[in-house]
């Protein structure tokens, strides 16, 4: 079943180009590909899945910035093999020949996401090349560096693929819950808006994680959190991280937000009271995606529409309901876009673009110097 997006139905032309695209989040929860259809200014979603990673690939990708070298080159080319697994078997699925895509975009995994550093820097793996040599296709990847090296941020860069088919309707916030929380706000007439909010699901992930002692990657459904009580002044001293106070455009990443921040902040709570501490972080996701909004987004908002794997966190869904209202919040699948399917079918999108040489960022969004031409091609 296809999904229609952007406007009245896509023609069957030679116009018309499909592309494949994959996704590699913060919470390392596995690959994520949609196969999609191009037409001028609208897409159809041909097929779209969700390909889990073993969980001792899941372990190594959230340590994997601690390795040596030579584990962290290893795990580059693992991952490529995964990621062309994920799109063979999409392609299967669909029955579709690879021979027939035009181009695969590979947002790869971040290992470490730093513009902010002295040396600006960010590192993506999942090997380009694995996946061209498998599918005999050719793969746009490596999308942040250029960005960074122009002066950006390296991210978000969904934003345009945001901007293309969403900014001629209502004002709206774009806003996808993946590791971490990124925004886009369109809308006809208005300058697109976008950053990364903050934390989305790796706090709550790794709560969960340590609470089930590794039997559970997340809180399903948010029903762990709904059994806690919530901290209110432990959400005012997470408010307080100088992140939230930093104007767009700007991004993050585990970097800021792990492991350390959290013990810090929570102490024994962590190992005495993780219900509450699940509570709380839920309640202060939602928060901090709402009082950004706000702080940074004059534009009135007519809908929020969500995708991402926190799309299913009712408990995290419950909050952002109540805390935008009266402005409506809706599952991106209310748009024919499964949740998960988003980000991969924009990477197509900006995959599409690089192969036809147009630029495939938002600068204003993203703090880059103009406009580029970011990925690199390996070919067929």
Request: hydrophobic share 40%.
């Amino acid at each position: 079943m296809g999904a229609l997006v952007g406007g009245c139905a896509a023609r069957c032309s030679e116009m018309s180009l499909l592309a494949l695209g994959l996704m590699s989040g913060t919470s390392c929860d596995g690959v994520s590909a949609a196969l999609v259809r191009f037409n001028g200014h609208t897409f159809r979603l041909i097929a779209e899945c969700t390909r889990p990673y073993p969980a001792a690939l899941a372990r190594r990708l959230r340590q994997a910035a601690a390795l040596p070298a030579a584990e962290v080159s290893m795990l580059n080319m693992l991952l490529g093999a995964h990621f062309a697994d994920a799109a063979a078997r999409l392609l299967r699925s669909a029955k579709v020949p690879a021979a027939r895509l035009a181009v695969i975009g590979s947002h790869g995994h971040t290992l470490y996401h730093g513009p902010q550093d002295p040396r600006p820097s960010t590192l993506q793996i999942g090997e380009p090349a694995v996946i061209a040599e498998r599918l005999g296709v050719p793969v746009v990847a490596d999308f942040r560096p250029r960005d960074v090296a122009a002066g950006g941020e390296g991210a978000p860069l969904v934003p345009a693929f945001d901007e293309a088919f969403f900014g001629g309707g209502p004002v709206r916030a774009l806003l996808n819950l993946g590791g971490i929380a990124n925004v886009t706000v369109v809308g006809r007439g208005l300058d697109t808006v976008a950053f990364d909010t903050g934390p989305g699901n790796c706090l709550l992930d790794l709560v969960a994680q340590r609470l089930s002692r590794g039997r559970q990657r997340y809180d399903d459904q948010g029903h762990l959190a709904a059994r806690g009580r919530v901290d209110h002044r432990a959400v005012e001293r997470l408010w307080r991280h100088p992140y939230f106070r930093r104007p767009p455009p700007k991004s993050t990443g585990r970097e800021m937000f792990n492991e350390t921040w959290l013990a810090k902040l929570f102490g024994r709570q962590l190992t005495e009271a993780p219900y509450d501490v699940l509570a709380t972080l839920s309640t202060f996701t939602a928060f901090s995606i709402v009082q950004s909004l706000r702080r940074f987004v004059r534009a009135r908002l007519r809908e929020v529409i969500v995708s991402g794997g926190g799309v299913h966190n009712r408990t995290l869904m419950g909050h952002l309901i109540r805390d935008f209202t009266p402005v409506p919040v809706r599952s991106c699948a209310q748009y024919g876009l499964p949740p998960q399917a988003k980000e991969p079918a924009a990477f197509a999108y900006l995959a599409l673009r690089h192969v036809r040489g147009q630029a495939n960022h938002l600068p204003r969004t993203t703090g880059a110097r103009t406009p580029r031409l970011l990925g690199s091609l390996t070919p067929a």
